[in-house]
């Protein structure tokens, strides 16, 4: 099974050595390397009702790849370890390889490494390597009062989408599509940090959440507006359907895998990016001037 | 609980910037890095009656850094992802953290990054980077006909302490620890590569099946000599106690997590190492000139 995962790929010119060793071996030219795992486990992270394998895969490899992109870092390399139960058809590991892979492609990055194990759930932990390209990380404490704060990327959509499927509608395969496999803004990653991001995280609790935690590490407080978050139309008509709150959705809503940032208050927002509020002394997330009541946005461990 | 993972542990001085944001960042001096990963399965690769959440931590660390110091590399840093069912007690995530950092502290390495989620079993995924130094790394492929076959570590030893657990017998606590918590030699790897080692693995399926993986990379045969793998006296004891063959543990016995290497003939063997036999031409792992009839070792995914 190993090797179906891995014959025939293409590997990017930064894998020294891919599969089939003890080990892989990349290069790194800046010097230094970014890195972060995930685990997503059948049930807690995703349905096999719900998504293809195909999108599972993608999903896995897209929600790594945000949080190295969230750095200012492009991703370069991943790692796959994958546990399976028994039973599982060879076409659904397959399946879940090739969106892996697909994903990876798209991000000009390579599977370096992986394991294959039995297991009872169907469990993905996934690492990526990224590459810096000789700039400082974004990391998410360094706003400053007075900053801009600004979004990259779909707010809400997959939150929509879920509920959709929960709602067992047929009516918003678009939104669906987006909780199934969420597109990061990955390039506006690397832009917002040339442009001079001080702070940057990728949206995958919540935008207040996410804000939250950004805060928190900063030592500031966030102040959002209602009007620069206005909900996309085809979410406001989901949620008149569905009976759920469009706003709700583009402020707790997790899992697009959007990017949000701050940026000096006269920097020029790179291309992509949405002013939403600015950076206040103080800690906590407001929208409106008003804390937001919310449960906080999504949890993987409750 | 990740706090209680992360808080109050040292960093090494290659941690630019440690857990808590959306990535960390490691300084790779050498300009490459290598990478490797590994999941583990409770029932499968671990049970909790049969060792302590704080030995299954370290086990999984060494079985990682094995595959590092196998390239000749040393581990500088480790990402663990972590599945827990919801009704685990705290005392073992913190004793199984524990374990995790004191084999990781062992080696002067840090824990990067992580995740935790809920799962239905105990699931341990760790992707381990490390550092070449400025050497070539060591693979699987170098071996050339002539050279000698040598063994750095304990061989058997595991498995030796698995048929004790199994047999439910007291009688060796030496070997049981050995089954629960391996002792990579882990500076005979580098040691090895300095040596001139021309090709490397370590023994986690058994030493036949470890050397056989060896043999196909490299397009060679592998003669080793039974009077140069004689058993330790404690395997031989532990064996006719229990009704076991201790060649037979040497031979195929997994997770002891030695090295094996392949040397130039006229090479001077750094401390730690042994030799076992030879590089022939041909193909396939032969003991004193029969092939090997056992199964081969032991197996994660059967």
């Known amino acids: 099974m190993i090797d179906r995962a891995v014959a025939g790929r293409v590997q990017p010119s ?3 050595l891919g599969p ?8 790194v030219p800046d010097g ?9 486990v059948q049930g807690r992270h995703f349905r096999l009702d719900w998504s293809s394998p195909e999108q599972i895969g993608r999903k896995a490899v897209a929600q790594n790849g945000a949080d190295i992109v969230s750095m200012g870092a492009w991703p370069t390399s991943f790692l796959v370890a994958l546990g399976c139960p028994a039973d599982t058809p060879v076409a659904v590991t397959d399946a879940l390889t090739d969106g ?9 990055a ?16 996934i690492t990526v390597l990224g590459d810096l390209g000789g700039h400082e990380p974004v990391l998410r404490s360094g706003a400053q009062v007075g900053d801009q ?11 929509a989408g879920l509920a959709a499927l929960r709602a067992e509608s047929a ?20 832009a917002a940090a040339r442009a001079g991001a001080t702070a940057m995280t990728d949206v995958s609790d919540g935008l207040v959440a996410d804000l939250g935690h950004l805060g928190v590490a900063s030592g500031v407080a966030v102040e959002l507006h209602a009007d620069l978050l206005d909900p996309d139309p085809r979410l406001r008509a989901a949620a008149a359907v569905l009976g759920a709150d469009a706003l709700d959705w583009v402020l707790t809503g997790g899992e697009d895998h ?3 940032a701050t940026f000096p208050a006269d920097a020029a927002l790179p291309a992509g990016w949405a002013r939403i509020g600015e950076v206040r002394a103080g800690s906590g997330v407001r929208v409106d001037g008003c804390s937001w009541a919310g449960d906080g946005g999504w949890q993987s461990f409750s």
């Open 14 to 16: 930064s894998t020294l």
């Open 20 to 27: 089939g060793d003890d080990a892989a071996v990349v290069r």
């Open 32 to 40: 230094r390397v970014v890195a972060s795992t995930d685990m997503l």
């Open 100 to 108: 892996i892979w697909s994903e990876v492609s798209e991000l000009g």
């Open 110 to 125: 390579g599977v370096i490494g992986g394991d294959m194990v039995q297991s009872e759930q169907l469990v993905i932990s």
């Open 149 to 159: 704060v600004a979004v990259a990327g779909r707010l809400g959509f997959s939150a």
């Open 171 to 190: 009516e918003f395969p678009e939104l669906v599509a987006a909780h199934q496999v969420p597109t990061p803004p990955y390039r506006c990653g690397p």
């Open 258 to 260: 959007a990017l949000a």
